[in-house]
């Protein structure tokens, strides 16, 4: 059966079709209207779903942090203003009158990476998204990791640099003030004028232009050393790096495998995310299937999409 998947970050947001096997039937993108974003996921979905389809569920990831046995966003940074607090599951349950499930869009990523991409057979890594900002899914023991309000593996929040630069959060030197694409494009504008993009940047480097060459070793280097940091307190199998970033990886991913064996000599595995951009909307349509996300609320005879 067909389900639909749901992406909401901070920048785009995006909603598929899924079949059974992960793979993307139909497909709709939009940047985000962080004024009425509930109601740009009833647009996009409405418009997937058509009249005369029959859907399994709706699966939702979201950048945030989200109590998945809910479906609410606990918090949500100013990436996405007015999102805490929203009751998401609920909402969508009753809009639909299907199955939902939301989880927080790096968690979605790594179980999709897990069921069907670069750690695949893999019980113990980690999946870090680099977009507007910085997550991660974190699995063990080939469970999700969630933490008690549903944070666990917000790392882009964890303190990198003391007193370093502010962040959205109200925290300063926040690791994804020096990781993200957002971080990595505000480096960009300091040193280029006009509309100059991150992949143009990486190439530039690649061609020994100085001032991309500065930025990219930076933020080569920030990387990496996070990655390093993570391993030592998970002891992991795998790190898997996806996310927007990733998009231009050719210009910079054996550069970023350099400075990790530089850094540490027990560096750890590290791959490309395979699924690249599409692992939290896979990921969140795929979880349908993999626990029980029928509710009282939904009457057995109230129909469907």
């Not at 949500?76 to 929203?86: E, I, R, S, V, Y």
């Not at 699995?139 to 008690?148: K, S, V, Y």
Request: proline share 3%; with cysteine.
């Amino acid at each position: 059966m067909l389900t639909l998947g749901v992406d909401i970050g901070g920048t785009k947001i995006k909603a598929g079709v899924i079949n059974q096997e992960g793979r993307i039937i139909a497909h709709l993108e939009e940047r985000t209207d962080k004024k009425r974003l509930m109601d740009q996921v009833f647009s996009l979905l409405d418009r997937l779903a058509g009249k005369d389809n029959d859907f399994g569920g709706i699966g939702i990831a979201s950048a945030g942090m989200v109590d998945a046995e809910k479906g609410t966003i606990h918090y949500a940074t100013p990436n996405l203003p007015g999102w805490t607090g929203t009751k998401v599951k609920e909402l969508v349950e009753k809009r639909y009158r299907i199955p939902v499930c939301v989880d927080n869009d790096a968690n979605c990523a790594a179980y999709a990476e897990m069921k069907l991409g670069a750690a695949k057979y893999t019980n113990n890594f980690i999946c870090l998204t680099l977009g507007t900002g910085v997550g991660a899914g974190i699995i063990i023991n080939g469970q999700l990791l969630h933490g008690e309000k549903g944070g666990a593996g917000d790392i882009g929040h964890m303190i990198y640099m003391p007193n370093g630069i502010p962040c959205n959060c109200g925290k300063k030197g926040c690791w994804e003030q020096y990781v993200s694409g957002t971080a990595l494009e505000s480096e960009i504008r300091k040193s280029f004028e006009g509309e100059v993009t991150p992949e143009k940047v990486f190439r530039l480097a690649g061609e020994k232009h100085p001032d991309a060459a500065h930025i990219v070793d930076s933020y080569l280097t920030n990387l990496a050393t996070g990655i390093i940091s993570l391993q030592s307190i998970l002891d992991l199998q795998l790190i898997v790096v996806g996310g927007g970033v990733i998009n231009s990886s050719q210009y910079w991913w054996n550069s970023l495998l350099g400075k990790l064996q530089s850094i540490s000599i027990t560096a750890p595995i590290v791959k490309k995310a395979i699924l690249k951009n599409d692992a939290g909307m896979i990921g969140a349509a795929l979880m349908l299937s993999s626990t029980d996300h029928s509710s009282a609320a939904i009457p057995a005879d109230a129909g469907g999409l």
